[in-house]
């Protein structure tokens, strides 16, 4: 074999393995467990929910329990059978999107939506998304979440 070609081949080997092993980090850390807090009341309707596998452009990570998912990083995350929030009164202003009626909470470190009218008004269960800010408009995450609802509902 000649020296001189082999010396050649070698920095394309090795951009290869550097491109590929930037790669796998990419793909691990999307498959990450996210830690997400299990629903105070978790109703079994929560388990039949068809979720999207992308949200955001983020990709369905594992969460654990069951009423609970996440996507991308940092990690969009959804509880379903969270209790009433205490700022949802008969003078809140909602979003309406796609079907589904979203009570916001501003909060410190991103902003929460909540679905308030889910299977339906007279017996909600509610469902909590949380938006790092990080994302620029948190609530287009919503057009990518209603659909889950409006077919179970």
């Not at 491109?19 to 079994?44: D, H, K, N, T, Y």
């Not at 929030?85 to 009626?101: C, F, I, N, R, W």
């Not at 339906?120 to 609802?149: A, C, H, K, R």
Request: proline letters at 12%.
């Amino acid at each position: 074999m000649n020296v001189h070609s082999e010396r050649a081949h070698r920095p394309r080997m090795t951009r290869l393995v550097a491109v590929s092993l930037c790669a796998l980090a990419l793909i691990c850390a999307c498959g990450r467990q996210v830690a997400v807090a299990w629903p105070e009341s978790p109703a079994p309707a929560c388990a039949g929910l068809a979720l999207p596998e992308t949200v955001a452009g983020g990709a369905l990570r594992p969460t654990g329990p069951d009423g609970t998912a996440a996507w991308g990083e940092p990690p969009i995350t959804w509880r379903c059978g969270v209790p009433r929030p205490a700022a949802l009164q008969p003078t809140s202003k909602l979003l309406e999107v796609g079907g589904v009626a979203w009570l916001p909470i501003e909060g410190s470190g991103g902003s929460a939506f909540i679905a308030v009218n889910w299977p339906t008004q007279s017996d909600p269960i509610y469902v909590e998304v949380i938006v790092p800010d990080t994302y620029d408009n948190p609530g287009s995450v919503l057009l990518d979440l209603s659909p889950s609802l409006v077919t179970q509902a």
